[in-house]
């Protein structure tokens, strides 16, 4: 039986790169294409809703998807710990699954994985990451989620140091971390973890180069575990064996 599957955002880049790949797999079809704009009537006969659209658009198309009994992948971006809360409480009640996916690829899932791992180790974390001057929300879901995976790690050791935090050159703190967002033209997506402690630091970089051949396996795990979730999932870590668990 084909998975019938509503798009929302189809048109942008993300959600371009999604449709193509959701073309090829086997048992799966875009049946419906939406637009940020759309009417979220649209998502009625859909067994899988797929959101690339915008920060704004986003938690409603969630809730139209979770109060139809659909379950929902969200590649959107902007989405926290704290937002992800507003709809804990709709997606177990629904019994439905919610998916959030900061980022398909690999390579960034395992840097921010490695950072986690690391971050006990050292007193001092920071974020500097870099999108295209399009990008229409800061900081990155990506480095969102690597700083909260970083403040977890640290449960027993405690915040990050981070003087003068109440300098806002200093960047937005989450979870204690610092995060400092460049948006210019010429680069896709860009990520740099720097661990300091006394006398050395680690600096761990992912760059996406390539976003069609980079996200294109992470979109092939996720789809269709999201078909099949219950609950809240987040974070492609999920979806692979690397001992790091939301």
């Known amino acids: 039986m084909t998975t019938q599957v509503a798009l929302v955002g189809g048109t942008?880049?993300?959600?371009?790169?999604?449709?193509?790949?959701?073309?090829?797999?086997?048992?799966?079809?875009?049946?419906?294409?939406?637009?940020?704009?759309?009417?979220?009537?649209?998502?009625?006969?859909?067994d899988l809703v797929i959101d690339a659209s915008t920060p704004q658009v986003s938690i409603d198309v969630v809730r139209a998807a979770v109060e139809r009994g659909i379950n929902v992948l969200v590649a959107t971006s902007g989405w926290s710990a704290e937002r992800i809360a507003l709809v804990r409480a709709l997606v177990d009640d629904a019994e439905t699954g919610a998916v959030f996916i900061p980022n398909f690829s690999l390579g960034s899932v395992l840097g921010s994985a490695l950072a986690a791992a690391a971050a006990p180790f050292f007193g001092s974390v920071e974020i500097v990451e870099a999108h295209r001057d399009t990008k229409v929300d800061s900081p990155s879901g990506t480095a969102v989620r690597t700083a909260e995976l970083i403040a977890a790690a640290r449960s027993e050791q405690g915040p990050v140091s981070a003087p003068h935090a109440d300098q806002r050159a200093?960047?937005?703190?989450?979870?204690?971390?610092?995060?400092?967002?460049?948006?210019?033209p010429g680069v896709v997506a860009k990520q740099e973890v720097v661990l300091s402690g006394p006398g050395e630091s680690l600096t761990l970089t992912h760059d996406t180069v390539e976003p069609a051949l980079a996200y294109a396996p992470g979109i092939r795990l996720a789809v269709p575990f999201a078909r099949d979730a219950r609950g809240i999932v987040v974070g492609l870590e999920n979806m692979i064996d690397i001992g790091l668990r939301s």
């Open 12 to 46: 942008g880049r993300l959600g371009s790169i999604i449709r193509a790949v959701v073309d090829e797999m086997d048992g799966f079809e875009v049946f419906r294409v939406l637009t940020s704009s759309s009417s979220l009537s649209e998502l009625d006969g859909a």
């Open 170 to 184: 200093r960047g937005q703190q989450v979870g204690s971390v610092p995060i400092h967002s460049l948006r210019r």
